[in-house]
């Protein structure tokens, strides 16, 4: 899949928005946690997204509320993909109360983290990142044996980092790794060095990287470069994810 191009005047083409959800959508389906089974093919072919996405009922609700607020028809609008995977100024419309009444909702009848629990005022974001720390259940996990939920969280959670070597498949990236402190606080600690996949078999959800881009992955894949203004917006929304997490959690 080629990096999204803008047509003549800056516009971008109209499934810019498909094939950004497509990249940041394949990591976890293709392990089979997010998204209805088998559909890897249709999202890197571009084929089906838009039917496709409807089905990912995790990120689904986070794109109808950021685009309703946002006063966007499309859920699929690149703006509004972006905001979801990545942040930015639209996740500055979105109701924070209302968006954990809504999700409360949409995930009644699935088992949460702290979604129950949270205050229903707090400053909560249509961010993937409010799902992966607060809705989804293994932040529940961590005070019984923190090894497997921190590793699940890390990798679920879009992470940023620098590349420092690249092969035919697979990069090199330094970047920060999600830690539990002594006082049960979860925070992006130092940076460390992990080998993610960029390539398999020719098929990738990127260009192929080079040294010193500052990218995104998701699980085991770079999903794509991320400007300074992306990577400071990324960090944004994930800090402020974690300041309520951290502030609803009990201490230790």
Same mark, same amino acid.
């Given at each position: ?40 093919? +249709?999202?890197?072919? +571009?084929?089906? *997204? ?9 990120? !689904? ?23 979801? !995977?990545?942040?930015? +100024?639209?996740?500055?419309? *979105?109701?924070? +109360? ?12 699935? *088992?949460?983290?702290?979604?129950? *629990? ?100 998701? !699980? ?33």
């Amino acid at each position: 899949m080629p990096e999204l191009a803008s047509r003549p005047g800056g516009t971008p083409p109209p499934a810019a928005g498909q094939a950004l959800f497509a990249r940041y959508a394949f990591p976890p389906n293709e392990l089979g946690y997010c998204g209805p089974a088998d559909e890897g093919s +249709g999202l890197l072919s +571009g084929e089906r *997204v838009a039917s496709v996405a409807r089905k990912f009922d995790g990120a !689904w609700p986070y794109l109808e509320v950021i685009a309703a607020a946002a006063g966007i028809d499309d859920p699929l609008d690149l703006a509004v993909v972006r905001s979801y !995977w990545i942040g930015g +100024g639209l996740l500055d419309t *979105v109701d924070g +109360g209302g968006l954990i009444r809504h999700l409360r909702t949409a995930f009644a009848r699935q *088992v949460t983290g702290l979604l129950g *629990v949270v205050d229903a005022d707090a400053s909560a974001l249509a961010h993937h990142s409010f799902h992966v720390f607060v809705v989804y259940p293994w932040v529940r996990f961590l005070r019984k044996d923190p090894v497997t939920p921190l590793r699940i969280l890390q990798n679920c959670r879009i992470r940023w980092g620098t590349v420092e070597a690249v092969d035919d498949e697979h990069v090199l990236m330094r970047s920060p790794q999600l830690t539990l402190d002594s006082g049960g606080r979860l925070t992006p600690g130092d940076p460390c060095t992990e080998r993610v996949r960029w390539s398999r078999s020719g098929r990738s959800l990127t260009g192929t990287p080079a040294v010193g881009d500052t990218v995104a992955a998701h !699980w085991d894949w770079v999903c794509g470069s991320l400007t300074e203004a992306d990577c400071v917006a990324l960090q944004q929304a994930t800090q402020q994810t974690l300041d309520l997490v951290n502030g609803t959690r009990a201490p230790l």
